[in-house]
């Protein structure tokens, strides 16, 4: 029998196939399907759900379009934007109405509430292209901007004068954003960098106080949404997991979903406990069980 510092080699195997089944166990799947794969295209993202339960997100079947899922899944076309129109974020304001950042015409798009009609809400051709969006409580919509082949990306601001401000430039890819659920916090991912930022956000929308919220050695970061708790939860794209994270910037759990590119995220279902994800390897959406209610699930509905 041969020996490692003492240990007999079956020993070790049989440690090492313990904790092999260990593995195993924690990369286990904990989401399961909500909508057939490939239903829409590799380009699905910005899920956001209205107050009757239904599940939007773009490009469902070709690109361009808008997909509207019921609450046992079924998908159909709501709307097609207009000419070369491609969208990426959505979400809904208190009132109801849908805003969808379309990354191609540089345009920020509203469909007011009862409608599937959408209209020219901002406009700005210095984007390089308009990604995700959040939504303050007071109305403000925060915008990032990434620009892939440079590695870099910006932010900016939408009030109600429907004009579109710069807020920052020169930072790295910005994708995700969010807004905490008491409105004094913005939270910015930059994708390839691996980093989220936080601002304090002051009555007059001001953004100041810029720190290093927390930042990951691998896989990229994609969409982020807060729980009514101030939990953020972000997407890692090519990790295929959900992790969610303090206030306080800890850990505090990471769902292994299907897929491996998990593009956005939002909440929904009863009580607002469930997070839909879209995964742009397979098409569709998947869900799982959030630990509180979406922030600002309440408000819309």
Request: aromatic fraction near 10%; charged fraction near 20%.
């Amino acid at each position: 029998m041969s020996y490692s510092k003492g240990i007999p080699v079956k020993i070790l195997i049989g440690l090492f196939i313990c904790s092999l089944g260990c593995y195993c166990k924690v990369q286990k799947a904990q989401s399961s399907d909500f909508t057939p794969v490939f239903g829409f295209t590799k380009g699905i993202e910005g899920p956001a759900v209205d107050s009757q339960g239904n599940l939007y997100a773009v490009n469902f079947e070709e690109e361009g379009t808008i997909g509207i899922v019921d609450t046992e899944g079924n998908a159909r076309r709501f709307l097609k934007l207009p000419g070369k129109s491609v969208g990426n974020g959505i979400r809904f304001d208190t009132e109801g109405h849908m805003y969808i950042a379309d990354y191609v015409g540089h345009n920020i798009y509203k469909v007011e509430k009862g409608s599937n009609t959408p209209m020219l809400w901002a406009h700005n051709p210095n984007m390089s292209q308009p990604n995700d969006l959040a939504m303050a409580p007071n109305g403000t919509i925060y915008l990032s901007d990434p620009n892939w082949a440079k590695g870099t990306g910006r932010l900016w601001k939408v009030g109600a004068d429907q004009k579109i401000m710069l807020l920052e430039d020169n930072m790295g890819t910005t994708n995700g954003v969010e807004v905490s659920p008491n409105g004094k916090f913005l939270y910015v991912n930059e994708s390839v960098q691996r980093t989220v930022w936080r601002y304090a956000i002051n009555a007059q929308n001001e953004l100041s106080n810029k720190s290093l919220f927390i930042s990951f050695s691998d896989f990229g970061l994609d969409g982020m949404r807060c729980d009514a708790k101030g939990n953020l939860y972000i997407t890692r794209y090519d990790k295929g997991t959900v992790v969610i994270i303090s206030p306080q910037g800890d850990i505090l759990k990471e769902v292994r979903l299907l897929g491996k590119k998990p593009s956005n995220i939002t909440f929904g279902g009863p009580n607002g406990t469930t997070c839909y994800v879209t995964m742009a390897d397979r098409g569709c959406l998947e869900r799982f069980a959030s630990l509180h209610p979406g922030a600002y699930y309440d408000k819309i509905h």
